[in-house]
C-alpha cells in the first residue's frame, strides 16, 4: 500500500481566506534512494507492518530559500483591477514570479512566462530602453516607472506601463 503526502498550495499571495500567512520558499533539490534504517544501528522509522515499500525507500534532498519578496504590497494583491499584474525578475531579466492576472492583459499564463527572459519579449524599438532601464534601477537600487510595448500571446504588441524597483535582500545583502 502505497502513502501519499500531501503539501498546501497556495496560487496568490499574502493571507488565506481563513486568515493564516504563508511565506513562500522556493525549494531546489533531488530524490536520493536511500537504504532501509535498519542498515543504520540506533535509526529507527516507524512504518506500518503491512508496508511493502520497504525495498524502495527514498528521500528528498533539497535547500528551501525563503522567498522575502513574494510577499507583495496589499495595493495590488488586494487590487481587483484585472489591468495589472505582478511580475518579479531575477537580475538577468528572467522571470522569478508571475501574478496569475497576467492572463488578462498578455493571455499568457504564469508557467508560461517563469523562467524566460522579460527582454525578449519587449518590441524591437523598446528593447534596449527597457534594458537601459533595469539596469540603472540595480545600479541605484531606486525605482522607475516606463511604458513600453511587449508581445502578448497572440502575437500582437501591447502597451504596458512598469513601475519597478530594486530591493536588497535582507538576509543576503544582494539585489
Known amino acids: 500500500a502505497g502513502h501519499l503526502n500531501r503539501l498546501k498550495q497556495r496560487n496568490s499571495l499574502g493571507p488565506s481566506r481563513d486568515g493564516t500567512n504563508y511565506a513562500v520558499v522556493h525549494c531546489t533539490g ?17 512504518r506500518p507492518v503491512d508496508d511493502d515499500m520497504h525495498a524502495s525507500h527514498c528521500c528528498l534532498v533539497a535547500i528551501g530559500r525563503l522567498q522575502v519578496t513574494s510577499t507583495a504590497s496589499n495595493d495590488m494583491t488586494n ?34 512566462l517563469l523562467g524566460k527572459i522579460c527582454y525578449d519579449f519587449c518590441h524591437a524599438e523598446d528593447q534596449m530602453n527597457v534594458k537601459d532601464s533595469f539596469d540603472q534601477v540595480l545600479k541605484q537600487k531606486g525605482n522607475f516607472s516606463l511604458m513600453y510595448r511587449t508581445r502578448a500571446k497572440s502575437g500582437e504588441y501591447v502597451w504596458i506601463r512598469t513601475h519597478a524597483n530594486a530591493f536588497l535582500n535582507p538576509y543576503t545583502e544582494e539585489v
Open 30 to 46: 533531488y530524490i536520493k534512494n536511500w537504504p532501509p534504517t535498519d542498515m543504520f544501528p540506533g535509526v529507527h522509522m516507524e
Open 79 to 112: 487590487s481587483n483591477n484585472q489591468s495589472e499584474f505582478i511580475t518579479r525578475h531575477a537580475m538577468d531579466g528572467k522571470f522569478t514570479f508571475v501574478d496569475q492576472r497576467v492572463m488578462n492583459v498578455l493571455g499568457y499564463t504564469p508557467t508560461d
